[in-house]
């Protein structure tokens, strides 16, 4: 029987994109962009994608009722989560003005301003847009095949930073080091777009797939 992959449609993020990404490299798994709880409950595997403000994300899940759907899901099965999919698993973003997020991780996002400096040292553009490499900083089954400090793509304003380090999966430079994936048993979540990284997004997807946790 054919797996199934649910990614999550809460009305934000390049759904089309990540779809058809996940689809090209999911054989003859079935891909649903779905904000049905049940779907999500009952598929193999699930890709949590987002785009946006942290506020407007959140009222989104709520909208939808999708809270508990996402967080039942990044606990059970291979999940990942792409740029604001990470983001929203942390407990806390000081975005306008401070946001409450599903906080399955305990930490918090906090915007690059003042921290992020070229070498000239004048300050670097915010959103980071654009590619960067990213160092690998655990050996995950995710990572096969794709080089350290390969680059990948970002569009964020934003970074997050776990209180616990151990999750951190890999990290990158924008003025600060930080963290721009993060891994635990089932999940994996990126900062950076695999969807419009090319062949090493790709690969990243494909790995996923393939993933036995």
């Excluded at 569009?155 to 600060?176: E, K």
Aim: aromatic letters at 8%; charged letters at 20%; a negative charge.
């Amino acid at each position: 029987m054919a797996q199934k992959i649910a990614v999550i449609d809460y009305g934000m993020g390049n759904l089309r994109s990540v779809s058809k990404a996940v689809e090209h490299v999911a054989g003859d798994a079935v891909v649903r962009v779905t904000d049905d709880p049940a779907f999500i409950a009952a598929a193999d595997r699930v890709v949590f994608p987002g785009q946006g403000a942290a506020r407007d994300c959140m009222a989104a899940i709520g909208e939808h009722h999708l809270n508990q759907a996402v967080l039942r899901a990044a606990e059970s099965k291979p999940f990942l989560g792409i740029c604001m999919g990470l983001q929203v698993l942390l407990q806390h973003s000081e975005e306008n003005g401070g946001t409450k997020l599903l906080g399955l991780f305990s930490g918090a996002v906090r915007r690059f301003d003042g921290l992020a400096t070229g070498d000239n040292g004048l300050p670097l553009k915010i959103p980071h847009m654009g590619w960067s490499p990213v160092h690998q900083v655990v050996d995950h089954p995710l990572w096969r095949g794709i080089a350290d400090e390969t680059r990948f793509y970002f569009v964020h304003s934003y970074r997050v930073i776990p209180d616990d380090v151990s999750l951190i999966a890999g990290t990158t430079d924008y003025g600060v080091r930080f963290t721009s994936a993060i891994a635990r048993d089932n999940l994996f979540a990126t900062q950076f777009h695999p969807e419009k990284s090319a062949d090493a997004g790709l690969r990243l997807l494909e790995n996923f797939v393939r993933w036995n946790v």
